[in-house]
């Protein structure tokens, strides 16, 4: 989720139905969703090209979940900047109805599973906004798993120019795994975490795939469908990379999670992270 006109303010900052088990789980995968943010908008307008939401408030979740395996642990998805949990009341940027909250930094959640960034093996995240790589640069010790089309747009000359960048310049240099073509990417090589296209939002805007051994199949949306209402009216933001890719990709994803009976987690939806165990508790 963002607006273009957001950028400015973000740079500032960062210079700124229970599914049942599925065969395929690895035993001991934990999902943990930690709160790492919330996004109030006055106009979620933004969100919806066909006009339907414009002058509609919208009260967001900004998550981060980490995927624990007995191989090792992925970060998906970072979250806003924890230095806004610096500022006394968030950010409000001057003239859009907007404001973002940090409460508890990353990095003291991390700290209360006993890790650090640099303990954690992978990141990748479902695209590059500020929103989802807002912490990004703390992982640069990490293996990044990344779509080869959102690697080659992340520094580009159009990203450089929209100031897109410094959130997760550290990562420019980090060891990266590119993740070409169509296959869904298998993390930990068993099948229990898997990163699967779902272009559109971004060029290569993913989703994630987790199979727990207790709670079954959960797959983690990105801003495939940001707002509550967004899924099952295929709205389609108006800052989208491509439309025609964004619908296509809602149309894999339902049959991804179908086909895995998985159960679907809109990330910025509070209903649906609310739904999750409350951390330090893991979904396992
Ligand atoms: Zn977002």
């Known amino acids: 989720m963002k607006t273009l006109h957001l950028w400015s303010a973000c740079l500032l900052l960062t210079a700124c139905a229970g599914a049942p088990p599925t065969p395929r789980a690895a035993p001991g995968v934990k999902l943990y969703a ?6 109030e ?8 090209d066909d006009g339907s939401m414009k002058g509609v408030p919208a009260e967001t979740v900004v998550p981060c979940y980490l995927i624990r395996h007995p191989k090792g642990d992925l970060l998906w998805d970072s979250g806003l900047s924890e230095s806004i949990a610096d500022l006394p009341d968030g950010m409000r940027p001057q003239g859009q109805p907007v404001h973002f909250e940090v409460k508890k930094k990353l990095t003291a959640s991390l700290g209360e599973l006993g890790l650090a960034p640099a303990d954690v093996e992978f990141v990748s995240f479902s695209h590059l906004h500020f929103d989802h790589a807002g912490n990004a ?8 798993l990344v779509d080869a089309e959102e690697r080659d747009a992340a520094f580009s000359e159009q990203a450089v120019q929209r100031g897109e960048v410094p959130h997760y310049s550290a990562l420019e240099h980090a060891k990266t795994v590119r993740i070409e073509g169509d296959a869904p990417y298998d993390v930990f090589g068993d099948g229990a975490v898997t990163i699967h296209q779902a272009p559109g939002h971004t060029p290569g805007h993913t989703v994630l795939l987790v199979k727990t051994a207790k709670s079954g199949a959960v797959l983690l ?29 809602m149309k894999r994803v339902e049959a991804l999670a179908r086909d ?25």
Do not use: K
């Open 34 to 39: 930690i709160h790492c943010g919330r996004v």
């Open 41 to 48: 908008l006055g106009d979620s307008g933004f969100m919806a």
């Open 137 to 144: 640069n703390l992982f640069a010790g990490s293996t990044w």
């Open 221 to 249: 949306t990105g801003d495939l469908w940001p707002l509550p209402q967004s899924r099952e009216r295929q709205l389609v933001p108006v800052y989208n990379f491509n439309r025609e890719q964004t619908l296509e990709s």
């Open 260 to 284: 895995s009976n998985a159960r679907v987690i809109r990330e910025h939806v509070p209903e649906d992270f609310a739904a999750l165990p409350a951390f330090p508790a893991p979904l396992e």
